[in-house]
């Protein structure tokens, strides 16, 4: 009676501070707070589970328990900022395959029992078909973000066509299992067409677009969750996988507006593919990049009275958070004011910079959404851009024929001065050519981001 009483009032006790952790991610200052509520609230939840009559055996719970904290402390603790986004990609690939474990073994239990019905059999179904394209596409979302799989989209002939028609199939088989619960070689057929569509959908994906392939990935896990909290009757799975699903989705929507695409251009698009049928040269920049050395680019900021900092993937790529944090020191110790732009899909997850500068102990005020950092580039004399791209492209805004022209950017050509942090000519992930590089009014400074920002600081200190 007591365990009959305990265990909801835990769960109810676990969804509120899931909610309460939600709402305190939305902002920057309160965010630590959030995961600390959030991993608080999972442990409650772990805690009360124990205490299900149902379980058979508690020392294989310890030994799961042993094994996953063995991979999961370096995972959490190891892993490098800059390797958050495939981290997190590697996360939602395993607690898919747990989802899906889950939902292969009860219905095999079932089967054996001969207890399946076509209620829990569309649960189970639901389960297993999100779970397992969830799966492999977080491990293709991995591999790309990794470097393992090439980041541009990988596309074929008919590759639409052929996703739609797995799509189709793997739906049809779940509608058979429901009418046919035993059916168990068109349960396993499932699953190994739900497998490849997740590897063909998120292969013509670009690098571009991984944030957003990130987010809906988290949504499809936490959809395959609350299958699973229908399927085994646990109401804090069902609870914890519908914010989970809703908070990604919403997410996702958010991100594919910040980049001005819808969900079936994100899917089915191939942003970043060469085109061989495309004009290269209605999009191509026209120009020629100057390039400033680390001493003209230390004075004009030493003496710039307005400065606001972009950061990008680049940033990321070097660590160089620590060095931009004491640049915006060194400006605001000589009378500078220093702002840092934060563009909503910068780098290669959701919130991926404002973690990084976070990190760099850069403090939240100074970390400005692009709403609100656009209307100020006008009134900047030097912005520095640390290894951004496609969010800096003024083509978005002016040039009709470019592929991300409409997409929200960076008002940075708008500045009085531009000063470009970058490794060398390249594209960015998109694959698309940046006006902004051959404005007059932009410097380019080659080299790594985190070496360039280390002679700035040198030099700032000797001005």
């Known amino acids: 009676m007591i365990t009959n009483t305990f265990i909801p009032l835990a769960y109810l006790l676990s969804t509120f501070l899931f909610i309460i952790a939600l709402r305190s991610l939305s902002k920057p200052e309160t965010a630590r707070r959030g995961m600390q509520l959030a991993a608080f609230g999972m442990v409650v939840a772990v805690v009360a589970t124990l205490f299900n009559a149902k379980i058979v055996s508690y020392e294989e719970i310890l030994i799961g328990v042993v094994i996953g904290s063995i991979l999961g402390y370096p995972l959490g603790m190891w892993v490098p900022m800059t390797a958050m986004p495939q981290r997190i990609a590697f996360s939602h690939a395993f607690g898919a395959l747990a989802a899906t474990l889950v939902g292969v073994g009860e219905y095999y239990i079932g089967l054996k029992a001969g207890t399946l019905a076509s209620g829990q059999v569309t649960a189970l179904g639901l389960e297993v078909l999100l779970g397992s394209l969830t799966v492999t596409g977080s491990f293709m979302a991995f591999s790309k973000l990794q470097g393992i799989l090439p980041g541009r989209p990988l596309i074929f002939p008919f590759q639409n066509t052929l996703n739609l028609l797995f799509l189709a199939a793997a739906v049809a088989c779940l509608i058979w299992i429901v009418m046919v619960p035993t059916a168990a070689p068109v349960f396993a057929t499932m699953i190994g067409i739900s497998l490849l569509i997740g590897i063909l959908f998120v292969i013509r994906i670009g690098g571009a677009d991984m944030p957003v392939v990130i987010s809906l990935l988290n949504s499809y896990a936490g959809l395959a969750a609350v299958a699973t909290g229908f399927a085994i009757n646990n109401n804090i799975l069902i609870i914890v996988g519908a914010l989970d699903g809703a908070s990604g989705m919403i997410l996702s929507i958010a991100m594919s507006k910040a980049m001005n695409r819808s969900f079936t251009n994100v899917i089915f698009g191939g942003f970043g593919a060469v085109s061989a ?3 290269a040269s209605s999009v191509a ?6 390039v400033i050395s680390v001493e003209d680019a230390a004075l004009r900021l030493a003496y710039a ?5 972009v950061p990008g993937y680049g940033l990321a790529v070097s660590q160089a958070q620590h060095q931009a944090r004491e640049l915006a020191d ?20 959701p919130g991926h910079m404002n973690v990084l500068l976070a990190e760099a102990n850069v403090p939240y005020d100074k970390l400005i959404d ?40 960076l008002k940075v050509s708008d500045a009085k001065s531009i000063i470009v942090l970058k490794r060398g000519q390249g594209k960015g992930f998109s694959g698309v050519e940046n006006d902004l590089f051959v404005n007059p009014k932009t410097s380019m400074l080659y080299g790594d981001a985190r070496q360039s920002l280390i002679d700035l600081n040198i030099q700032i200190k000797n001005v």
């Open 277 to 279: 049928a495309s004009d």
């Open 370 to 409: 692009m709403e609100d950092i656009n209307e100020h580039f006008s009134e900047t004399d030097v912005v520095v851009v640390i290894g951004a791209n496609d969010v800096v492209n003024p083509a978005a805004l002016t040039n009709p024929a470019s592929p991300i022209y409409g997409m929200p950017v």
């Open 305 to 309: 009275a307005r400065v606001i900092i």
């Open 330 to 349: 060194l400006i605001e110790k000589r009378g500078g004011d220093v702002k840092f732009a934060i563009h909503p899909v910068a780098g290669r997850m």
């Open 285 to 290: 920049a026209s120009g020629e990049m100057s």
